[in-house]
């Protein structure tokens, strides 16, 4: 016999979307008993299992259209070397404590959905099986790293052990929200609001002056609201990754559905969204709650006393205001295996937006710029990546360079040199409202925050068309 109670709760929530003022509550509690990880997913899912495999956010990798040097291969975060934790593969997953016995770090793994094995091209039932749905899809869900009986590690529901609590969450089940977005988006790098910058924990908590889209007293809107796609393939792309899942239906604020190409009452602001991105005026800063990292020096260990942990020396900075270039929306990447390439300032670039004055595709766009100190193998000039889990303990920073090296190339007992590195990351979010968008002396004035001579103008643009009006030289 079904318990009353139970008849009850799914009476309500399907009698929810009619009451007024209601939200819609997504519930799976009539639809299984017991959840008994992926295999009671994939009962009635298997379709959908096999659409998110084959998506980027499983692979980690995808067609790089976008990429300029790409060769027709596929990349992402799986294959490449970055600047910040370097790369996957020697961190996949696996506890590490410090040497008071603190867990300081547990992998990559731990923003993959997934529940540990490394995501393969290949489809397979293990692969599937593997996938873990309710990272993503279930409100309150929490889990942790496990050793298996094997030696191996995997992740769990921090419930595993309480069956009733676990039936609880996995049935919770709704489209993911910001909120879902932001533990890996947010999180990534280090720590909150390392990596990206403008991605931060307080856009949910904040007013609409902090993100005019994000914030409940704003639009109201969520990420899939401007990312959603099909199939478990998310629109738009970040200039500094190397995927674009739905290059048919590209992300930008000029799209019809949201504000168009001509969105001021001002024909003088209509202008310059022609070669002007809305981000530039609309972010003024980012970084505005947390703390972002801006230089990630690799190459000298600073010991945290407080975590009894090591990392590189960081340089954390807030309030940051963007750096500007044009961008036609494709990236020259520093690709693993090719030696290093390094620009007029001497540094590598890691991830460079292309586009220029002349290019009629480009517009000028804000980014915030990263700068790292990175290890290449001498004589082939490759960039290393760093086995970081080992080095957090112990600092030992030439074992983890070389450990890198060998698991990564197949190069044993590697020589390697240090190489200053930018990277341009692309500032989409933070947006603010129209009153606190930058006004015309913020670009336009002898001390205005453009670089016109680096966009590729001898001075600002407005003065010469001033003169020239004037008839002055």
């Not at 309710?134 to 992740?155: F, I, P, V």
């Not at 000039?381 to 060998?406: C, H, R």
Request: proline share 6%.
């Amino acid at each position: 016999m079904v318990p009353r109670l139970h008849l009850f709760a799914v009476a309500v929530a399907l009698l929810l979307p009619s009451l007024p003022g209601q939200a819609r509550e997504y519930t799976h509690q009539k639809y299984f008993e017991h959840y008994e990880g992926t295999a009671t997913c994939l009962q009635c899912h298997a379709e959908e299992a096999r659409s998110f495999f084959h998506s980027q956010h499983y692979q980690w990798r995808s067609a790089t259209a976008k990429i300029v040097n790409g060769g027709g291969k596929e990349f992402g975060k799986i294959n490449v070397i970055n600047d910040f934790c370097t790369a996957v593969g020697p961190s996949w997953i696996g506890l590490t404590n410090n040497s008071r016995g603190e867990a300081i770090s547990k992998g990559c793994s731990k923003c993959h959905a997934g529940l540990g094995r490394l995501p393969e091209p290949g489809e397979s039932p293990e692969q599937l099986a593997n996938i873990d749905c309710l990272m993503c899809h279930a409100a309150g869900y929490n889990r942790d790293l496990y050793q298996r009986t094997d030696g191996g590690w995997e992740w769990r529901p921090v419930l595993w052990k309480n069956p009733e609590g676990l039936d609880s969450v996995a049935k919770r089940i709704g489209r993911p929200t910001t909120t879902s977005c932001l533990r890996c988006h947010a999180g990534s790098g280090g720590g909150p609001n390392f990596k990206r910058g403008d991605l931060e924990y307080a856009v949910t908590e904040r007013d609409r002056t902090f993100d005019v889209h994000l914030a409940k007293d704003g639009a109201g809107l969520d990420c899939l609201d401007c990312h959603g796609g099909s199939d478990h393939k998310v629109r738009g792309r970040g200039a500094d990754l190397f995927g674009d899942e739905m290059p048919d239906r590209p992300l930008g604020c000029d799209d019809a559905a949201c504000h168009g190409s001509a969105p001021h009452t001002v024909e003088a602001l209509n202008l310059h969204t022609a070669r002007v991105a809305c981000q530039s005026c609309h972010i003024p800063t980012f970084a505005k709650a947390d703390p972002t990292d801006m230089v990630r020096d690799w190459s000298t260990p600073a010991y945290h006393q407080e975590q009894d942990k090591w990392s590189a020396t960081i340089t954390m900075a807030k309030d940051v205001v963007p750096v500007y270039a044009w961008y036609n929306g494709t990236t020259r990447a520093q690709l693993p295996g090719v030696a290093v390439t390094r620009g007029r300032d001497g540094r590598v670039g890691m991830m460079l937006p292309q586009g220029d004055r002349s290019d009629p595709r480009a517009k000028i766009y804000p980014f915030k710029r990263h700068l790292a100190k990175m290890p290449v193998l001498v004589g082939k000039n490759w960039l290393l990546p760093i086995a970081v889990e080992e080095f957090f303990a112990s600092g030992q920073l030439d074992a983890a360079v070389k450990k890198g090296a060998e698991e990564f190339y197949g190069v044993k007992d590697a020589a390697y040199e240090w190489v200053e590195t930018v990277r341009y990351m692309g500032i989409s979010h933070e947006v603010v409202p129209a009153r606190g968008a930058l006004g015309c002396l913020d670009c336009h004035s002898p001390k205005g925050r453009l670089d016109w001579q680096a966009l590729g103008y001898r001075g600002d643009p407005l003065v010469a068309a001033m003169r020239a009006a004037h008839g002055k030289r």
